[in-house]
T-cell receptor, first 111, second 115 residues
Framework: LAKTTQPISMDSYEGQEVNITCSHN???????ITWYQQFPSQGPRFIIQGYKTKVTNEVASLFIPADRKSSTLSLPRVSLSDTAVYYCLVVPNTNAGKSTFGDGTTLTVKP | DAGVTQSPTHLIKTRGQHVTLRCSPI?????VSWYQQVLGQGPQFIFQ???????GRGNFPDRFSARQFPNYSSELNVNALLLGDSALYLC??????????????FGEGSRLTVL
């Protein structure tokens, strides 16, 4: 399973856009890039998933370059409630059940 | 619709004891995965079950076992508990097989403390 590398922590202020970059040099052809958010003492929650180029939903955007060796999660206008750990995963499109999590990026949003 | 439910939410055991954790997946989901999350780390994959068969196993000792029932609910069993087994145990359900989404749906977890 492809390993991912992402910053351990990031700080931001309310209202700013936050970009978290993840490296996945060994991504396989059938892997999707998936991001999760986790608050303390809760299970991770799916944010967004993509294969290539750009994906946008109501909470985030995901930018994936052509070589797919990295990806960037973009959170527009963060608020204090976005303080959480964000995990980047590469997941086979046929079976998410064995997803491998790294240690994630702890995002702290300050007032 | 109900999400993934886990029980118990919290429990305390002593070293050497046995524990059983339970998980009910989202209706229609046939895959259940178990993860262990130690404080300060990301979830670590333990098992995946699909259609009552083990589809994957992480790097955990044989003290850890699991099974899936005909209604797709699942149990995780841990024998001979060690202090290091203290963690949040997460269950996640998903649609395995032909799917374009790799989304895992997690429960709130079972917090195990081993004394």
């Amino acid at each position: 399973l492809a390993k991912t590398t992402q910053p351990i922590s990031m700080d931001s202020y309310e209202g700013q856009e936050v970009n978290i970059t993840c490296s996945h040099n060994n991504i396989a052809t059938n892997d999707y890039i998936t991001w999760y958010q986790q608050f303390p003492s809760q299970g991770p929650r799916f944010i967004i998933q993509g294969y290539k180029t750009k994906v946008t939903n109501e909470v985030a955007s995901l930018f994936i370059p052509a070589d797919r060796k990295s990806s960037t999660l973009s959170l527009p206008r963060v608020s204090l409630s976005d303080t959480a750990v964000y995990y980047c995963l590469v997941v086979p499109n046929t079976n998410a059940g064995k997803s491998t999590f790294g240690d994630g990026t702890t995002l702290t949003v300050k007032p | 619709d109900a999400g993934v439910t886990q029980s118990p939410t919290h429990l305390i055991k002593t070293r050497g004891q046995h524990v059983t954790l339970r998980c009910s997946p989202i209706s229609g989901h046939k895959s259940v995965s178990w993860y262990q999350q130690v404080l300060g780390q990301g979830p670590q994959f333990i098992f995946q079950y699909y259609e009552k068969e083990e589809r994957g196993r992480g790097n955990f000792p044989d003290r850890f076992s699991a099974r899936q029932f005909p209604n797709y609910s699942s149990e995780l069993n841990v024998n001979a508990l060690l202090l290091g087994d203290s963690a949040l145990y997460l269950c996640a359900s998903s649609l395995a097989g032909d799917t374009m989404t790799g989304e895992l749906f997690f429960g709130e977890g079972s917090r195990l403390t081993v004394l």
